[in-house]
């Protein structure tokens, strides 16, 4: 059985948003025919394919498709391959959980375009590349646009299968980003109109009177509001509640220039009924 191992001349390194990637470059002598691999052996034993985790493989060579078909099978993924971008985009699902192995040159849709369609879709689906290009302003395009590695051929499978953990870890981790912007949806859909308001006003920083002032309410209603906000919304502090809202993209209410910035002394200030009343009566008049 022919094998991915093959004599390395060079050694790029690329380092985009903190990470970094080794890539082997292929020598002179390599043909297509190379990429068989070895499986068993080259398998680390600490590396666990997640229960719902795909590996979806595109590539339109029949003989690599197969053999990394085989290759991360044998690792305890499920696979799905394609013989072309075109057939994964009309048959692979977007709800299921995995990553994709994808090829470069490819006819029709090729790999840097199939990426670019992804992303303007809905749906997070990480690409690992795979190609016999070493051309460096390729590969930094790919891995800027999001790319979990680029791995030059031919691939070693112990390089694929850690991109592929790499892969499951981040999948993991906007799953669990999706779940919990889930739960501030939930939260703030308990809200009444009101309340939610006075959380953008919260948010903005202002305080109880300036908040009534503006709402044309009292302080101890507004307090009430706001003690039913935090409620709702699971928080102890102003802090939580502000980095909660941003996670969403709520954004707190501006300062209405048209009241005065002295108008809320003037209606809370300490005092009889009378003397509060008539500053009021003033102001709107």
């Avoid at 390599?30 to 595109?58: G, K, L, M, N, Q």
């Avoid at 690599?64 to 991360?72: A, C, E, F, G, W």
């Avoid at 006819?107 to 992303?119: F, N, S, T, V």
């Amino acid at each position: 059985m022919e094998r991915f191992d093959a004599l390395v001349l060079l050694s790029l390194t690329i380092s985009h948003c903190g990470e970094t990637m080794n890539i082997t470059i292929k020598p002179s002598s390599y043909s297509e025919r190379e990429c068989v691999a070895p499986v068993a052996p080259c398998i680390p034993e600490d590396i666990v394919a997640p229960a719902e985790f795909t590996v979806f493989i595109v590539d339109d060579d029949h003989g690599v498709l197969k053999s990394l078909t085989r290759l991360i099978g044998a690792a305890g993924y499920t696979t799905q391959s394609f013989s072309s971008a075109q057939q994964f985009l009309a048959e692979h699902d977007r709800d299921v959980a995995g990553c994709l192995v994808l090829d470069l040159r490819m006819p029709g849709i090729d790999g840097r375009e199939l990426q670019a369609a992804l992303r303007t879709g809905e749906g997070d689906r990480s690409i690992i590349f795979v190609s016999g290009t070493t051309d460096a302003p390729t590969i930094v395009d790919a891995m800027k646009a999001g790319a979990i590695d680029f791995l030059i051929k031919p691939v070693n499978c112990g390089a694929l299968l850690a991109a592929i953990e790499t892969a499951v870890e981040r999948q993991k981790k906007s799953m669990q980003k999706r779940a919990e912007l889930a739960c501030i949806k939930r939260r703030l859909a308990q809200l009444t109109p009101r309340e939610g308001e006075v959380l953008r006003h919260v948010i903005s920083g202002r305080l109880n009177k300036q908040i009534a002032w503006d709402l044309g309410t009292v302080e101890k209603t507004i307090k009430v509001h706001r003690s039913r906000i935090m409620g709702k919304m699971g928080v102890r502090t102003i802090a939580e509640l502000v980095r909660l809202t941003e996670q969403i993209g709520l954004a707190p209410c501006e300062q209405k220039e048209s009241r005065s910035k002295d108008g809320p002394e003037l209606f809370f200030g300490v005092g009889p009924r009378s003397e509060r009343i008539i500053p009021l009566a003033l102001h709107v008049a």
